[in-house]
């Protein structure tokens, strides 16, 4: 069964930069959506970028202009490049990916990477 394996978090300052990783381990055939949430504490979950097969994205607009979601089609991973961070992107961030294996449609997520900007 496909799982994802997420790397990259960690303490950076404001205004500083990060950049997250999500690859999606198993026997799979193929992606349609590979994407970011997050989940800062005491709030719910919220979706922070997509992207899809066709190349397709999307973004919070919380983080438009500041984020860039990129991925490694061959390497079944997903980036999520984090610029000008501020305080409020504090959270853990978990990767989610929806696709096809051969026992069929999976959707899973990443067991979250935490991020915290603070100076």
């Known amino acids: 069964q496909a799982h994802l394996v997420e790397s990259g978090g960690g303490l950076v300052q404001p205004g500083g930069s990060l950049k997250i990783t999500c690859t999606a381990f198993?026997?799979?055939?193929?992606?349609?959506?590979m994407a970011w949430y997050r989940q800062a504490p005491g709030k719910e979950r919220e979706l922070v970028a997509l992207t899809t097969d066709t190349g397709s994205t999307k973004y919070t607009s919380s983080v438009e202009g500041r984020f860039t979601i990129s991925q490694e089609r061959t390497k079944n991973t997903v980036y999520l490049q984090m610029n000008d961070l501020k305080v409020e992107d504090t959270g853990v961030y978990y990767c989610?990916?929806?696709?096809?294996?051969?026992?069929?449609?999976?959707?899973?997520w990443g067991q979250g990477t935490q991020v915290t900007v603070s100076s």
């Open positions: 989610y990916v929806d696709g096809y294996e051969p026992g069929g449609r999976f959707q899973t």
């Open positions: 198993g026997i799979i055939d193929s992606i349609y959506e």
